[in-house]
């Protein structure tokens, strides 16, 4: 069963970066797509952005659009998600999700296998 772990949150200043990181183990990585979610307090969980099991087909939500880059190195199991010019908005709990499917979608509903989530917060 894919076990997932994420890392790199934290407090940053608005306009600030982070670079969060998901790594997997406990199955075959290349075979599953990717998201990422958050979920800030009093709200749903919202779809960010994901990566097909290849690499090759990414998504982004329209507020991540420009701002977030999303990568997967499949050698080390690990998906990246780059986060520029961060808004006091992208406060939240982020987590990755895995899907055995080529292709991904923000849908959360759509995804599997679950990390323990990692806290972003930007404030100045």
């Known amino acids: 069963q894919l076990q997932l772990v994420e890392s790199g949150g934290g407090l940053v200043h608005p306009g600030g970066s982070l670079r969060l990181s998901c790594a997997a183990s406990?199955?075959?990585?290349?075979?599953?797509?990717i998201g990422w979610f958050r979920q800030a307090p009093g709200k749903e969980r919202e779809g960010v952005s994901c990566?097909?099991?290849?690499?090759?087909?990414?998504n982004y939500a329209d507020s991540a659009k420009g701002r977030f880059t999303i990568s997967r190195d499949n050698v080390k199991n690990t998906v990246s998600l780059q986060m520029d010019s961060l808004k006091p908005e992208d406060t939240g709990v982020y987590y990755c999700a895995a899907v055995h499917v080529w292709l991904c979608g923000l849908g959360d509903s759509e995804y599997d296998y679950w990390g323990q989530g990692t806290q972003v917060t930007v404030s100045s």
């Open positions: 990566i097909a099991s290849s690499g090759g087909s990414t």
């Open positions: 406990g199955g075959i990585f290349d075979f599953y797509a």
